[in-house]
């Protein structure tokens, strides 16, 4: 399993960034893929979740009307469009498979807001 992700940057509160993970190494189609972030000094947290096959998804409380998750299981990718951000919201943001009672993650993207 290799989960890569991408598109972290340093943007001005109120920007917008799209977030990608390029998912390999399993049957991309048949789970369901999560965006976790964690800020410094704080818990990694779930962020949003899409069901494999793009049906009801979940976004955080805290997050939801500004982010959202898609996925696309013809490239094995996985999307967090970031709209609205807010100072914080800056934390590394990870992608993550759970299979066979274990998790896998990435090595995170940094998301930095910040005038």
């Known amino acids: 399993v290799r989960l890569v992700e991408s598109g972290g940057a340093l943007v001005q509160p109120g920007g917008s960034l799209r977030l990608t993970c390029a998912a390999s190494?399993?049957?991309?189609?048949?789970?369901?893929m999560s965006w976790y972030r964690q800020a410094p000094g704080k818990e990694r947290e779930l962020v949003a979740t899409?069901?494999?096959?793009?049906?009801?998804?979940y976004v955080a409380d805290s997050m939801k009307g500004r982010f959202t998750i898609s996925r696309d299981n013809a490239k094995n990718t996985v999307y967090l469009q970031m709209n609205s951000l807010k100072p914080e919201d800056t934390a590394q943001y990870y992608c993550?498979?759970?299979?066979?009672?274990?998790?896998?993650w990435g090595q995170g993207t940094q998301v930095t807001v910040s005038s």
């Open positions: 899409v069901p494999s096959d793009s049906g009801s998804s």
């Open positions: 993550k498979l759970y299979r066979y009672g274990r998790a896998y």
């Open positions: 190494g399993f049957t991309f189609s048949s789970y369901a």
